[in-house]
């Protein structure tokens, strides 16, 4: 990872259209795939996410505007978004009472 990447609050995890999943951490991970792996056509969304990434790294633009654009840009090409699952906190119940049995 550069010095002057910017990760984001939350990774981004996508599915590929080989059906693999990819994390990207930041904006940097995420420029690089733009510019060197992006499948098929450029489309409107993946010149977005290039320019805000750039802006991001050069400190123009605000983080959830680069991520939302990547993210943007992976659904215009095909490759959805994958949620992580969500995690619960472990939740503590207070101990039953013995049941009490009638003879």
């Not at 990207?24 to 098929?40: H, K, M, S, T, V």
């Not at 056509?41 to 990434?53: D, L, P, S, Y």
């Not at 790294?57 to 992580?84: K, Y």
Request: glycine share 6%.
């Amino acid at each position: 990872m550069p010095l002057n990447d910017v990760l984001w609050t939350e990774p981004v995890r996508i599915r590929l259209q080989c059906g693999l999943e990819r994390i990207f951490a930041g904006a940097y991970d995420a420029l690089d795939f733009l510019e060197n792996e992006w499948p098929l056509r450029h489309g409107e969304r993946h010149q977005r996410a290039v320019k805000t990434c750039r802006g991001l790294l050069n400190g123009s633009i605000p983080s959830i505007v680069a991520r939302e654009a990547f993210v943007a840009a992976c659904l215009e090409a095909g490759m959805p978004s994958v949620l992580a699952p969500w995690k619960r906190k472990p939740t503590t119940h207070p101990a039953r009472p013995a049941r009490l049995v009638a003879n």
